[in-house]
């Protein structure tokens, strides 16, 4: 891409504060885990199936807390209802993930953070320390190829022929991959991580990504230049971008439901994927 660059926060690794804070969500899993090819799975299946869910899912990629935190249970299982289609969110990590002591130590909120106090600063701070050796043991590199196969057995053994994806921070870096790879045939990107120019180039299938406003992974004049390009160049996959104003990376997996701008920019996040599922799965 000629004219952006997000390489300088794109490399396989590196994070942000947000990557490793956030808040916990009300609710309470009723999906199950399974081990599907070998690979340990949150299964969530809908109350009321869609009439094409035998062959249609969705795959979750998670951040960086993985299934330890309940966030990464309870919003497939709101997925599935919403779609009709079974959510299957595997378990990359192998129980693994960032401690949920990690939840609610940073601002919710663009204008939140930029006034938060020393304390919490330090607070921050000392989360974003402690996460540095996970992300070293757990680059999208190691993982990609691995779940190329899963996807692979798994529309052999369910007979799936169209599967959606959504992946949030970390994860979105891995939807992306495998967007470019024809392993997902719909994609949704909620503030992406890690993600080079290489990534965008590679894109074949259609995308939405929601966006922060304050996001040092991926910045809002990044994502907008790549829409402009975008609609320049023309011949590009079905594309959607979506701002939502005084938020931080992390909000659309981890929001403060407490703060009214949070929790609408999570629900409209959540809602806009849907739709584009249904417009395009």
């Not at 690979?39 to 109350?47: E, G, H, K, N, S």
Request: charged share 20%; hydrophobic share 40%.
């Amino acid at each position: 891409m000629a004219s952006t660059t997000n390489d300088s926060n794109g490399a396989d690794g590196q994070f942000c504060i947000h990557c490793v804070t956030g808040f916990r969500i009300p609710g309470e899993p009723r999906g199950k885990m399974e081990t599907i090819h070998g690979l340990p799975a949150y299964v969530a299946t809908p109350t009321s199936p869609a009439s094409d869910s035998a062959t249609k899912a969705i795959i979750y990629f998670y951040d960086a807390f993985g299934l330890k935190l309940a966030n990464n249970k309870v919003i497939p299982d709101k997925i599935a209802d919403a779609t009709g289609l079974t959510v299957y969110v595997p378990d990359v990590f192998n129980g693994g993930g960032l401690s949920e002591e990690s939840v609610s130590v940073a601002r919710s909120t663009a204008a939140d953070m930029k006034s938060a106090s020393l304390f919490t600063k330090l607070k921050v701070g000392a989360a974003f320390a402690l996460a540095g050796p996970f992300f070293a043991r757990n680059l999208p590199a190691f993982k990609i190829p691995k779940l190329k196969k899963w996807i692979e057995e798994l529309k052999a053994s369910y007979g799936y022929t169209r599967l959606g994806g959504v992946g949030y921070c970390y994860g979105a870096k891995l939807v992306i991959a495998l967007n470019a790879s024809d392993h997902i045939d719909v994609s949704v990107a909620n503030h992406p991580s890690m993600i080079t120019n290489g990534d965008i180039a590679a894109i074949k299938n259609p995308i939405l990504f929601n966006c922060a406003e304050e996001d040092p992974m991926f910045s809002q004049q990044y994502a907008k230049d790549v829409q402009k390009q975008w609609a320049e160049e023309g011949g590009k996959p079905v594309n959607e971008f979506k701002f939502y104003p005084n938020t931080v990376h992390g909000f659309a997996a981890r929001p403060n439901l407490a703060d009214r701008q949070d929790k609408e920019a999570f629900e409209g996040a959540f809602t806009a994927g849907v739709e584009f599922w249904k417009a395009h799965l």
